[in-house]
């Protein structure tokens, strides 16, 4: 019970599983093989230069709100920069945030119909996901993070058991050549997907629900430890499993290899327990997302209640994910950007955020003791 | 109020999501398809065949509840269709089948011989791939006759079952290394692969023209057993298809293919076999033959070097197994004659594995996969690729060592000599 927090408050555990699922979600769908096409076998360590440039980035992001403690991200922008320039990096994060859902949403819809749904309609997978996402939000962030800390130890376990069953399939020499398509593009690909770690930011847009900064830190670098070993994890099994040839052509990789995973007529398709951690962690990382969303915008706005934007956003959520013209679009176009560019809403601001609040000797008033 | 309200709202969510919506399938809706043979067509490009399971009776009875059929069993008919592609035939062929053909439980990909020297084997497989419709984990073989005629060929032997015969048939694979259990992962893996070249399990129909009713009764020749190409074992009666041997592949035109035996001594280089009987001549007494049950002693050890851009490449295996017959009844028991064994078991392997490496090498085809130890040269993709393992490895310099161990010798520790009487020694 020593994580029970009071109202408006997380604990560290709910906190860490919503962080570390909202982050990893992505290494179920085209993450690793985009990643393949970009840095071939060197794949599995050029997440880990991912981490340590987003761990460089969660630095930033730690240090800001320490000066700050009592403070949001949001709140420490408009403090730094003015209502107008805070306002505008609020509303940038906001707009990443919101399309990363939309993209989540629609790559997690179109793959669903590539393999599980091909009959029914984008717009009902959709439909469906964005409903559970406004349920989740009615239910607020403490829910959510509850449910995220409910669901996360059968996830990780799922995970691992088809991590393991998935053994089968493994050839140690598809890790080779060791450098892939070269080690300067590894890093250099490597430090622009570091991205794919940004949802640390949500560290900052919930700072107030945690405890300290203290917590924040240890929250922050264990959330990115934890989603780093599970992607690590993944991209090595997709490795063994696909050689840089084949993965690179795979729409879902990981969903493939759980399907292949075959240990005679009694054991086999293990893809439905794939299926389970796919659409749970889908769920949460769009619901967060949207709550997220929400969190900044009426902030900006300084709206008191969310519950009456929830439809609204819900409905641009919706329509939003709709834009793109087919998985092609989603996979290529707006997934590989958010990663490539990601990066410069969420490590940026709070850099020079940081440099500003140094130079210009502000910090946060500490209010309570 | 309220709770109540939304309790019946949840519920009606429920019942309508539960229900299946676009994509619910009705069994009586759908009929599996056991078995795919591709053919190259005659009125269209393809020729595709497909076998399927129905139940016994069910027309009679009024469907598969009715009428005390349960277990009534199953029967196999087959359709085939000429069209210009898989999806295309599939579609057409539900002019005349009132249900839709379901491939999620296909467990056999049969391709015909002449198709797949053709070099249209990749052609097909890639739209089949795409549709994600066949799992990756069906098997795939290279029928030496029609794809067609091996289809209609393929009936339970054992049991009422398709998809059980197919199991256990593949599972021989462990019992025997005969062939490999290979499946449309592994080929689509390697007719795009940078380290190797694909393999694909040969199938055929034995007509039973190998098997000689009447002639001069067998002497004391030696053959050695299981070096068949699938379809030419001596033998009547059983099933009418038999698997056996493998074909070999440059990219996914089928150039060549291995026997039994040469199949067998491509597993044990690979370290993927498990067990099989190996039948050598007596060393001391040709005439007699030594069977003994062989396994797998250690991973295979793969030593490459490359002299400028040959590659010089070392192999070692190890392999143990146990006596079961000594037809002459010398006492290879004794551990000063064990060596003698060991020896010439030794001399068999190697003899068997330096003629399927030439015979490899002469088609250009790394099915030993010695690329996926030689890439370990390489730093980045680039060189690896530029390199173009594949069309290096008929220029490599390939030794091979063998060790065979003697572990048992079954239920006897001696051989004692058979006492005639004395007008039979005579």
């Known amino acids: ?369 | 109020m309220y709770r109540i309200a939304a309790f019946m709202l949840l519920g009606a969510v429920i019942l309508i999501s539960l229900t299946g919506c676009f994509d619910a399938v009705e069994l009586n809706d759908v009929e599996h398809v056991s078995i795919i043979g591709i053919d190259r067509g005659v009125s269209d490009k393809w020729r595709i065949t497909f076998q399927l399971p129905s139940t016994a009776g069910e027309g009679e009875k009024g469907g598969m509840g009715g009428g005390g059929q349960a277990g009534g069993g199953f029967s196999y008919k087959t359709l085939t269709i000429d069209a210009p592609s898989f999806f295309a035939g599939l579609e057409m062929a539900n002019a005349s089948i009132p249900r839709k053909l379901e491939l999620s439980h296909t467990q056999l990909l049969v391709f015909s011989e002449e198709l797949a020297r053709s070099g249209m084997v990749g052609e097909f497989i890639a739209p089949i791939v795409r549709g994600g419709t066949i799992r990756f984990s069906s098997n795939v073989v290279i029928s030496r006759g029609s794809a067609e005629e091996f289809v209609k060929s393929f009936k339970p032997f054992i049991g009422k079952t398709i998809s059980r015969e197919i199991a256990d048939l593949m599972e021989q694979a462990n019992e025997s290394g005969y062939f490999t259990n290979l499946t449309l992962y592994d080929l689509y893996d390697c007719i795009k692969s940078t380290y190797h070249q694909p393999i694909a399990i040969l199938g055929a129909v034995n007509k039973g023209e190998n098997f000689k009713e009447n002639g001069e009764r067998w002497g004391t020749e030696f053959n050695i057993a299981g070096d068949y190409y699938a379809g030419d074992i001596p033998r009547k009666d059983g099933n009418e298809t038999e698997i056996l041997g493998l074909a070999i592949f440059d990219g996914d035109r089928m150039v060549g293919k291995l026997t039994g035996f040469e199949s067998r001594l491509l597993s044990i280089a690979k370290g993927i076999f498990k067990r099989g009987i190996f039948t050598i001549q007596d060393p001391k007494s040709p005439d007699y033959i030594i069977p003994v049950d062989t396994r797998q002693a250690r991973s295979p050890e793969f030593d490459i070097l490359f002299e400028g851009t040959k590659p010089i490449i070392h192999l070692k295996i190890q392999i143990e197994g146990d006596i079961l017959a000594i037809q002459s009844r010398i006492n290879y028991e004794d551990p000063k004659l064990q060596p003698i064994l060991q020896a010439a078991i030794e001399r068999f392997i190697k003899d068997g594995l330096d003629r399927t490496i030439n015979k490899t090498q002469e088609l250009n085809c790394d099915v030993f996969k010695f690329g996926q130890k030689a890439v370990r040269h390489f730093g980045t993709i680039g060189e690896w690729e530029a390199y173009n393992w594949n069309s290096h490895y008929k220029e490599a310099e390939i030794t091979t060592e063998v060790k065979f161990s003697i572990r048992r010798t079954g239920g006897l520790v001696e051989s004692s000599q058979i006492i005639f009487s004395g007008e039979m020694n005579k």
């Open chain 1, 1 to 369: 019970m020593k994580n029970m927090t009071k109202e408006g408050k997380i604990g560290f555990q709910e906190a860490l599983w919503l962080l570390v699922i909202t982050t990893s979600t992505k290494l179920f769908f085209s993450s690793p093989t985009m990643a393949v096409k970009l840095v071939g076998t060197a794949e599995w360590y050029m997440t880990l230069v991912s981490a340590v440039v987003a761990a460089v980035g969660f630095i930033f992001i730690y240090l800001l709100l320490k000066r700050y403690p009592e403070n949001n991200i949001m709140e420490i922008y408009n403090d730094v920069f003015g209502r107008f320039l805070g306002f505008i990096l609020s509303f940038l994060l906001a707009a990443v945030l919101l399309i990363e859902a939309a993209v989540g949403i629609r790559e997690f819809a179109e793959v669903q119909k590539v393999y599980v749904f091909p009959k029914t309609p984008i717009t009902f997978i959709i439909g469906a996901f964005v409903a559970v996402a406004v349920i989740l939000s009615f239910l607020g962030l403490e829910a959510v993070a509850r449910y995220t800390k409910l669901v996360a130890f059968s996830l990780i376990l799922a995970f691992v058991i088809i991590i393991i069953l998935a053994f089968q399939h493994y050839q140690l020499h598809r890790l080779f050549p060791i450098y892939g398509y070269g080690l300067g593009k590894t890093i250099y690909h490597g430090a622009m997907r570091s991205s794919a770690y940004g949802e640390v930011i949500i560290v900052a847009i919930i700072a107030k629900s945690l405890h300290g900064a203290k917590e924040i830190k240890k929250l922050g670098f264990t959330s990115l430890l934890i989603s780093e070993v599970l992607v690590l994890v993944a991209y090595l099994a997709f490795l063994l499993t696909f050689s840089y040839f084949f993965g690179r052509e795979l729409t879902a990789p990981m969903y493939v290899m759980s399907s292949l995973i075959n240990y005679g007529v009694f054991f086999q398709r293990t893809e439905s327990i794939f299926l389970f951690i796919w659409n749970l962690t889908s769920l949460i990382s769009g619901s967060v997302l949207l709550y997220m969303v929400l969190i900044v915008y009426c902030h900006m706005f300084r709206i008191k209640d969310k519950k009456p934007l929830i439809f609204p956003f819900a409905i641009i959520l919706f329509s939003l994910s709709m834009i793109p013209r087919g998985i092609m679009d989603v996979i290529s176009i707006y997934r590989q950007d958010l990663m490539q560019y990601g990066w410069i809403v969420f490590y940026i601001p709070p850099l020079i955020a940081l440099i500003t609040a140094i130079i210009r000797k502000k910090k946060g008033v500490v209010k309570s003791v």
